[in-house]
């Protein structure tokens, strides 16, 4: 594929090719630079030396094959069969190596061409264009990274700081949870239970103490009829207290 490369390189740069082509079609674009006379006659004049009086009852073409190979007959390289005059397929690489040994490689088209000065400048500058390019694209990753990190710092700042105030809500939750739980519940309800067993007692002490009053504890004295115990035993002692203020006036 490199020598189609560099023939095709060759030709276009001093204009005998003008078609476009990629690296990836380079065959194809050789075989249609030879299918075009006039490229051929470009060829035979300004790489072979060839004029155009010469042999020109010929075909460009035949005339190139008889140039690369002038040990054999034009018919035999040019099979006619009634088609149009074309390379076969199977010398289209017998004929770009012996170009490439005339054009390119004046030596021996088995010795690759040696990079000129030139070349290696440009292909030093294209791989600094490129080394370049990735230092750019790694800086800018850098950047965006960094960038990346500082958001993720802020974020998890924010998030500790969200989780403390949740932390906070449920320890609230949890103290309010412990006061109203079932134990703190029956450490009420057993005060409440101790109040009203002392006042009973006092009601029934007092009940049996003063004889005035003259009013019945009910036996069963519970925490439903404390209120009317308490009332009766107030209207008792207002009685009491009434009679004796008429008995003195």
């Not at 009634?82 to 004929?95: E, N, Q």
């Not at 069963?220 to 308490?230: E, F, H, N």
């Amino acid at each position: 594929m490199d020598v189609f490369k560099d023939l095709l390189r060759r030709a276009s740069a001093d204009g005998v090719y003008t078609g476009v082509y990629d690296d990836a079609m380079v065959v194809t674009a050789f075989c249609r630079m030879l299918n075009t006379p006039e490229a051929v006659e470009a060829i035979l004049t300004r790489y072979l030396g060839l004029s155009t009086s010469v042999d020109s009852h010929l075909h460009p073409l035949q005339r190139l094959m008889h140039a690369l190979f002038p040990n054999e007959p034009v018919d035999t390289l040019l099979p006619r069969d009634g088609r149009p005059l074309m390379i076969p397929t199977s010398r289209v690489t017998d004929v770009a190596e012996r170009l490439h040994a005339r054009i390119c490689t004046p030596t021996s088209p088995a010795i690759p061409r040696r990079p000129t000065s030139q070349a290696l400048g440009m292909a030093v500058e294209a791989e600094g264009g490129r080394v370049r390019l990735l230092e750019h694209t790694l800086t800018e990753m850098c950047r965006r990274t960094q960038e990346y990190v500082k958001q993720m710092e802020q974020y998890s700042l924010e998030l500790e700081r969200k989780n403390s105030e949740i932390l906070a809500l449920h320890q609230g939750l949890a103290d309010q949870e412990a006061a109203l739980a079932p134990s703190g519940l029956q450490e009420r309800l057993q005060l409440y239970e101790q109040a009203f067993d002392e006042l009973q007692g006092i009601l029934r002490r007092e009940a049996l103490a003063d004889s005035e009053l003259s009013y019945p504890l009910p036996i069963d004295l519970s925490i439903d009829s404390l209120p009317r115990v308490v009332q009766e035993t107030i209207h008792a002692l207002r009685r009491v207290a009434r009679e004796k203020w008429n008995r003195v006036n």
